[in-house]
């Protein structure tokens, strides 16, 4: 099967069907285990604020019948249980590091300030606890987190730490959209692994792994190889996190069914967008909705447009189908809208042999790359003079894309965003504003979201001031 490029954003791949893939049949029944839902996190109330537990662990997976795999997981084996809460919410997450060696937590596309944002200056060594204390000010929106120990990153994540992270607030919760967690309104995490003979997993192996980024011949969604969800011939909503290391996909139904999209990373879009597929980079998240009503006891696939993998068995239960009725505007965005910049801010991505970098400059934690003003609007332009694809993620803003070579944003990019996919020898300009400060004991991270460039140095510091 030849692997499908692509070089320009939006621009129209030919994508192939989707195969099944023949080995993980053989070896797991054809998409037979359930997908799992991971668990929302429990709270309690203390003060009035918002308490979680987490605890980052060890583990034991069974991805392949009859083999244990060690994994790290955040309140379980692999992954981690949801959190949920809603803007204006106090909130007070204590995680506490059962880990054998050093970690931290990063809400990542979280307006958190700098000491609650869990970078990699926020290490939780083993077996104590760090407290990040925030209040929701932002909208609703599908956000995430995993790990960000400096160098570490890459293996911590592959070893199965992240998790989602959901804010609701009043103006999702009264839009007519699914919202039954796990039934209607459902998680996808998806992420590609490799795997030893013996079943554990297999991380980086050298300097191949790190230009490209480490991606594996086996996917997962929700921690499970082939999963199969069973859905009423009605509106299903996915919330779908891109959670691989490096992989990037094209998202798509088996025979190109058209659904829509309804978030991207940080926010709604202003209305649904209609697509056949959709490019996830990873660290980015989207919702769609697909309207099942037409498709009454049949069998769909998700999968991935690039490799003709299918990802998901959807099986539509045949009952009383109920259309679809989709809400003609979503949101509107007015974080940006009367935004003059005052300032602007050049990043170019470096990727040569041996050297992964933005503005020539690797990542050292005791060098503060960037000041910012805090509540100022700044341009940031990034620039990927290379020929492979970068996520660029920032901490701390949603931000707005501006333009891509001069040239308006995908239509399914006008929603507000914490990582965008910077294609080769393309210039994007975002538009950036930061509401919380971040001291220089705690700056905010500016990188690549393939992690193993993140962790060989395509990141930068920066304070907001
Ligand atoms: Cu998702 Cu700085 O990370
Ligand atoms: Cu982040
Ligand atoms: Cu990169």
């Not at 981690?80 to 803007?87: A, D, K, L, Y």
Request: proline share 5%; net charge neutral; glycine share 8%.
């Amino acid at each position: 099967m030849k692997r499908r490029n692509f070089l320009k954003a939006g621009s129209l791949l030919a994508l192939s069907p989707l195969l099944s893939h023949a080995k993980t049949e053989e070896r797991f029944g054809s998409f037979t285990q359930v997908l799992p839902i991971p668990k929302l996190a429990a709270h309690h109330m203390q003060n009035g604020i918002k308490t979680f537990e987490l605890h980052t662990r060890e583990g034991e997976t069974e991805f392949f019948k009859g083999v244990m795999t060690d994994t790290y997981g955040v309140n379980t084996s692999f992954l981690g249980e949801t959190i949920r809460v809603s803007q204006g919410d106090k909130v007070q997450i204590n995680v506490k590091n059962a880990l054998d060696e050093t970690t931290t937590l990063h809400w990542h596309g979280l307006e958190a300030p700098g000491v609650s944002d869990g970078g990699p200056h926020s290490t939780i060594p083993a077996g104590t606890t760090w407290s990040a204390k925030m209040e929701i000010v932002q909208d609703a929106a599908t956000i995430w987190y995993h790990p960000h120990t400096h160098r570490q990153t890459g293996r911590q994540v592959f070893m199965g730490m992240a998790g989602l992270f959901i804010i609701d607030d009043k103006h999702a919760d009264a839009l007519a959209l699914p919202k039954e967690y796990g039934v209607d309104d459902i998680p996808l995490v998806i992420q590609d692994r490799r795997f030893y003979a013996d079943g554990q997993l297999m991380y980086k192996q050298g300097m191949h792994d790190t230009m490209m980024g480490l991606t594996g011949n086996i996917r997962l969604v929700n921690g499970v190889i082939d999963p199969v969800v069973e859905v009423e011939p009605k509106a299903i909503r996915f919330r779908i996190l891109n959670g691989s290391n490096a992989r990037i996909y094209n998202l798509m139904f088996d025979g190109g069914y058209a659904f829509h999209q309804i978030a991207g990373d940080s926010s709604f879009l202003p209305t649904p967008v209609k697509l056949q597929h959709m490019v996830l980079a990873t660290g980015e998240r989207a919702e769609i909705m697909m309207d099942f009503s037409a498709y009454a006891g049949k069998t769909l696939y998700f999968g991935d447009g690039m490799d003709g993998r299918r990802l998901l068995k959807i099986v539509v239960k045949n009952s009383k189908p109920v259309p679809a009725i989709l809400p003609e505007t979503l949101i509107e965005i007015t974080k940006y809208q009367h935004a003059k910049a005052a300032n602007k801010r050049a990043f170019r991505l470096n990727m040569s042999m041996g050297f992964l970098g933005i503005n020539e400059k690797q990542m050292d934690m005791n060098r503060i790359d960037e000041v910012v003003k805090k509540d100022t609007f700044e341009i940031w332009e990034i620039w990927n003079p290379s020929p492979r694809p970068h996520p660029f993620h920032v901490h701390g803003t949603g931000f707005k894309i501006l333009s891509r070579d001069g040239k308006p944003p995908l239509i399914n990019e006008t929603g507000l965003k914490d990582t965008v996919l910077v294609y080769p020898r393309e210039k994007v300009q975002i538009m950036v504003v930061f509401r919380h400060l971040a001291p220089k004991e705690r700056p905010y991270m500016y990188h690549c979201h393939i992690l193993e460039h993140e962790d060989a140095g395509m990141m930068g510091q920066f304070t907001v001031v």
